[in-house]
């Protein structure tokens, strides 16, 4: 077992300041090739992350830590929706579903839950928006 508790959460966004890509990833399931990929992803302000799709499979973003911006886009590089995930705003998470362009926004240290189809397939040329 694994307990999800505070020490994790500080433990992973230490790693994730320190980390010069300033985000970390804590995998919970054991194979890459997993049905299903549970991870922790520790995110801190200035993360640069693609503008990216997952062209078969849907993900869902929990917030355990933290605030940031989920900001989807469409196939013309247009923002079309910004959602914002915070615990004082009582907005707790997000599904998004197979296909969408999609990157976040870190606004306060934060670290999220990520669930996902596996087995785990790197993004390819074509699926981040450039």
């Known amino acids: 077992m694994i307990p999800i508790d505070e020490k994790l ?3 992973l966004i230490e790693q994730a300041r320190q980390s010069p890509r ?14 299903v990929q549970r991870l922790l992803n520790a995110l801190e302000p200035g ?17 355990l ?3 940031l911006n ?9 923002l079309i929706e910004t959602v914002l995930l915070s615990q004082e705003q009582q907005n707790y998470g997000l599904h998004i579903p197979a296909g ?3 990157t976040v926004e870190v606004i306060r240290s ?21």
């Open 9 to 11: 959460l500080q433990h």
């Open 22 to 35: 300033k985000r970390m990833n804590y995998n919970l399931h054991e194979h890459l090739d997993d049905k």
């Open 47 to 63: 993360t640069v992350l693609p503008i990216h799709r997952h062209p078969h499979t849907a993900e869902t973003y929990l917030l």
């Open 65 to 67: 830590k933290g605030e």
């Open 70 to 78: 989920v900001l989807v886009y469409n196939d013309n590089k247009q």
């Open 100 to 102: 969408t362009w999609h």
């Open 110 to 130: 934060a670290v999220i839950l990520e669930i996902k189809e596996g087995p785990y397939c790197p993004l390819s040329e074509e699926d981040i928006l450039a």
